[in-house]
């Protein structure tokens, strides 16, 4: 039994690594994409995670399959074609270490994965399934999405999403808000970030956290305010948890995806249903998720920025 499976796209994000003596930018080529850094986080922390998704057969495919296993996930369900490349995506930092992306995919391996390709074995055999919007942006991969939903809620897992919107791997924003709308509406817990959230709901941050609750059937929800920090919401308890500001940021790629992954393993941890959480568990999760994604921006990359959670325990208690 796997504690979380996870489908979607695998990239290499090119990330700023300084300059040439021609005064070029130097990039370095890390294997990522937003569900793969979301189980690393869960394997850092103990968790059991397995893979499903498409690359190409080529050398970034292999770096992305190797990088994975290193970090302790299941890799073997990821296919390999030889008939698309993999999905690039090329990182720009701000001085305030923010990303913008722009993404070669036109096709990418991401986006080829089909619903026969499915490993239902570990669909049905995982306690959380995980997806984000990425993977729903076109076919075939979007059909797979749906299918490998259906299949996990069949088997009694909880359905974990992540909208992560990137405006340029959609052809109008109004598309991504209906895959978006249909995400929430079939999952269990959701990371959501505050300009998410608000291209969804017209309304205060509240208001949109509990409308997903109320008119969306969500259990928990887990609202990220970049810098700021976490709201979360469940049945108990709206509540905010600040972020560990003083932290020396240089690059915030996967910070929310670490952060989603984190809360997820404390959740599991706590033995309960996420819509029973307390206060005071909720609140603790986040403060370890928030911790856990602080010290993830100092470093460059996002998997390879993970931090031990001891990292985050001392840096806990030195805040306390």
């Known amino acids: 039994m796997y504690d979380v499976v996870a489908l979607g796209e695998l990239l290499i994000d090119f990330t700023p690594k300084g300059v040439s003596e021609a005064g070029n930018s130097i990039l370095h080529a890390i294997p990522g994409g937003a569900p793969g850094n979301f189980l690393a986080a869960l394997t850092a922390c103990g968790k059991k995670t397995a893979f499903i998704g498409k690359v190409g057969k080529d050398t970034f495919g292999t770096q ?15 296919i390999e074609d ?15 270490g923010d990303r913008n992306f722009s993404f070669a995919r036109k096709p990418g391996a991401d986006m080829m994965l089909t619903p026969e390709e499915l490993d239902t074995e570990k669909l049905t055999h995982t306690r959380v399934f995980h997806f984000g919007t990425i993977s729903m942006t076109d076919d075939p991969a979007r059909s797979a999405t749906r299918s490998a939903i259906e299949i996990a809620r069949k088997s009694g897992a909880w359905i974990s999403f992540d909208p992560n919107y990137r405006p340029p791997l959609w052809k109008q924003e109004a598309d991504a808000v209906e895959q978006m709308r249909w995400g929430v509406q079939h999952a269990d817990v959701v990371k959501i970030s505050e300009e998410e959230l608000e291209m969804l709901y017209d309304g205060s941050l509240e208001d949109g956290a509990k409308w997903l609750l109320s008119d969306c059937g969500v259990k928990l929800v887990f609202l990220t305010c970049g810098k700021k920090g976490c709201y979360y919401c469940n049945r108990n308890v709206y509540d905010f948890s600040p972020s560990f500001i003083e932290l020396p940021t240089i690059d915030t790629n996967g910070a929310g995806d670490i952060f989603g992954g984190t809360a997820m393993s404390k959740v599991l941890d706590s033995g309960k249903n996420p819509e029973d959480l307390t206060a005071a568990e909720l609140a603790e999760i986040c403060e370890f998720a928030n911790a856990m994604a602080g010290l993830s921006t100092t470093k460059n990359g996002a998997i390879p920025s993970i931090p031990k959670p001891e990292e985050a325990y001392a840096l806990m208690q030195q805040k306390n």
Request: a negative charge; hydrophobic letters at 45%; glycine letters at 4%.
């Open 64 to 78: 992305i399959k190797k990088t994975l296993s290193d970090a302790g996930m299941d890799v073997s369900s990821v």
């Open 82 to 96: 030889a008939s698309v490349f993999t999905t690039l995506a090329f990182v720009t930092l701000d001085e305030h």
